[in-house]
């Protein structure tokens, strides 16, 4: 679930995260709460997000809570993106160290226009894609010969 608000100009952070598995299905919306009242807390505005879904991680993390390490092989992965001033990100940055319930994070600088690339591209971007990808095969076939000539003149 992808939720897309209108463009903004300023400087634009993304943070990813992973919250621990230990919160249930039920409790995540509260704790994505938690991360959206921190980046309000300091006068961000959201641009868009992905809802965390459980995912395998591709190695085990350690997160130490109090004084025990717990390890861990999943974790809910989502993400958001948002408008503030970097003296803001400094300061989420530190907020989101603290939190028990994430993992793992990542705050980096961004663009506001929408990056996905792949299997998620709107269908009309992927039927943009496939013509631009069968006008270029039917725009002219090449002849080997054509090739080993122009070859031929390069090294030459």
Same mark, same amino acid.
């Given at each position: 679930?992808?939720?897309?608000?209108?463009?903004?100009?300023?400087?634009?952070?993304?943070?990813?995260?992973?919250?621990?598995?230990?919160?249930?299905?039920?409790?995540?919306?509260?704790?994505?709460?938690?991360?959206?009242?921190?980046?309000?807390?300091?006068?961000?505005?959201?641009?868009?997000?992905?809802?965390?879904?459980?995912?395998?991680?591709?190695?085990?993390?350690?997160?130490?809570?109090?004084?025990?390490?717990?390890?861990?092989?999943?974790?809910?992965?989502?993400?958001?993106?948002?408008?503030?001033?970097?003296?803001?990100?400094?300061?989420?940055?530190?907020?989101?160290?603290?939190? *028990?319930?994430?993992?793992?994070?990542?705050?980096?600088?961004?663009?506001? *226009?929408?990056?996905?690339?792949? *299997?998620?591209?709107?269908?009309?971007?992927?039927?943009?894609?496939?013509?631009?990808?069968?006008?270029?095969?039917?725009?002219?076939?090449?002849?080997?010969?054509?090739?080993?000539?122009?070859?031929?003149?390069?090294?030459?």
């Amino acid at each position: 679930m992808t939720k897309e608000t209108v463009k903004t100009s300023g400087t634009v952070y993304e943070v990813g995260f992973h919250i621990v598995p230990a919160v249930s299905p039920e409790n995540l919306p509260k704790e994505v709460d938690a991360i959206k009242a921190v980046l309000g807390a300091h006068g961000a505005t959201i641009i868009s997000e992905e809802a965390p879904k459980l995912r395998p991680l591709t190695f085990t993390m350690v997160k130490v809570i109090g004084q025990n390490r717990h390890k861990y092989d999943t974790a809910h992965f989502g993400w958001i993106k948002f408008e503030t001033t970097p003296e803001a990100a400094v300061e989420i940055n530190s907020a989101l160290a603290t939190s *028990e319930k994430i993992l793992r994070y990542l705050l980096i600088k961004t663009v506001a *226009e929408n990056t996905l690339y792949g *299997e998620k591209l709107l269908p009309q971007e992927k039927e943009a894609g496939a013509k631009t990808d069968e006008a270029a095969k039917e725009a002219a076939p090449v002849v080997a010969a054509e090739i080993d000539k122009a070859v031929e003149k390069i090294v030459a």
